[in-house]
């Protein structure tokens, strides 16, 4: 697909040209975005210059970009041949793999299909993603932690569904901690489905983009769905199911015990959270946090971190969400060690 040739006038003495010839098969407008999009993104990306004749691409930079910039092409045409539509977005994320040390081609990570429903296919977007999707099918508890709009609830549902279809298990169960199930919850109007509603209520969201609406009370009427608190969890034994913990940086690491020894036979649990974003009252451990120390190393148990830079929503989320991450670390960095004596509990132990 490629051939080269060397270039002694180009600006930088270590510089070097590459033609690389496009398939005739693929679309070039496919290939090259509207208006050029993609051609200005490789531009930018790599430090290149880029001249594009009938079906033949020019790259004019240093080698190592060249390199990579060649192999960005390849991988936009493979992602093409799968029948998948290339967006900018697109790019953006085969241009971070490639810039990644890992042996997964970003084609395969992209165009490995979840879920399709209405014409929509459901994938992991990021090389983290695939790995957490990975880990899903390969373990039978998986932790996924990382910041909102990581997709880490979206692609667990995804697989949920996929299961329940491809008749791995015979319920979904999915549940959330209502972090204020005291006295407050009790003010609420209605009745306790009512008052429990808006914590679910994100969790029937994604059933609807994955199933069809229609189906989805019948399944639920029949057992076979269910969306339920976390307190409707204790005394149970989840045979045959795939169980998603969301929101359980929201759990006690009592209530985070409670919910993992739930997991009966041919059951498989996956816990989703984010602990910079804990709702717990002052001074309450999140079961999250400590539950990585107690069980790593527990064979058959995963634990995946996603960060700002797999997040798939609106690109403004991503830049809002590392702009935190760089403030929080400011703020820990600069904020002096306590001093004096430290306090202890009865146990005589530091509090």
């Known amino acids: 697909m490629t051939d080269s040739d060397s270039a002694p006038q180009l600006a930088s003495p270590t510089a070097t040209k590459h033609t690389v010839t496009v398939p005739n098969s693929i679309d070039m407008v496919s290939l090259l975005g ?9 531009e930018q990306a790599f430090g ?25 092409l390849s991988e936009l045409v493979a992602l093409i041949r799968t ?16 810039r990644t040390e890992t042996n997964e081609r970003p084609a395969d990570v992209l165009s490995l299909n979840i879920l399709s429903n209405r014409g929509r296919t459901i994938r992991p977007k990021t090389l983290n993603q695939k790995r957490y999707v990975d880990a899903i099918d390969t373990h039978t508890i998986t932790f996924g932690m990382g910041p909102a709009g990581t997709g880490k609830t979206y692609l667990a549902m995804a697989k949920a569904v996929q299961a329940l279809q491809a008749k791995e298990v015979t319920r979904i169960i999915l549940t959330r901690p209502a972090v204020e199930a005291g006295e407050r919850l009790g003010y609420l109007p209605g009745t306790l489905s009512e008052k429990i509603d808006p ?24 057992g076979t769905i269910e969306v339920a608190p976390l307190a409707f969890m204790r005394g149970r034994t989840l045979n045959d199911a795939f169980i998603i913990l969301d929101e359980a940086q929201n759990t006690t690491p009592e209530q985070m015990k409670m919910f993992l020894t739930r997991l009966g036979f041919g059951s498989r649990i996956v816990v989703t959270g984010d602990t910079s974003q804990t709702d717990l009252p002052g001074g309450t451990r999140s079961g999250l946090r400590v539950v ?5 190393g527990v ?3 995963s634990f995946n ?10 690109r403004l989320v991503a830049r809002i969400v590392a702009a935190y991450d ?17 306090r202890t509990n009865r146990g005589g132990r530091p509090s």
Not at 34 to 42: K, Q, T
Not at 292 to 296: A, D, P, T
């Open 34 to 42: 509207a208006g050029d999009e993609h051609l200005g993104a490789i």
């Open 48 to 72: 290149a210059r880029v001249h594009v004749r009938g079906n033949r691409i020019t790259l004019m930079g240093e080698p190592a970009e060249i390199a990579l910039a060649e192999r960005l």
């Open 83 to 98: 029948g998948q539509g290339v967006s900018g977005e697109t790019v953006e994320r085969v241009i971070a793999m490639l």
């Open 199 to 222: 914590y679910l209520r994100p969790l029937y969201d994604a059933l609807h983009d994955m199933m069809d609406p229609e189906s989805i009370p019948k399944l639920m009427a029949a």
């Open 292 to 296: 990585e120390g107690i069980l790593e």
């Open 299 to 301: 064979e058959d148990v």
């Open 305 to 314: 971190r996603l960060t700002s830079s797999d997040v798939v929503r609106h």
């Open 326 to 342: 760089a403030y929080d670390a400011g703020e820990a960095s600069s904020t002096p060690e306590p001093t004096g004596p430290r």
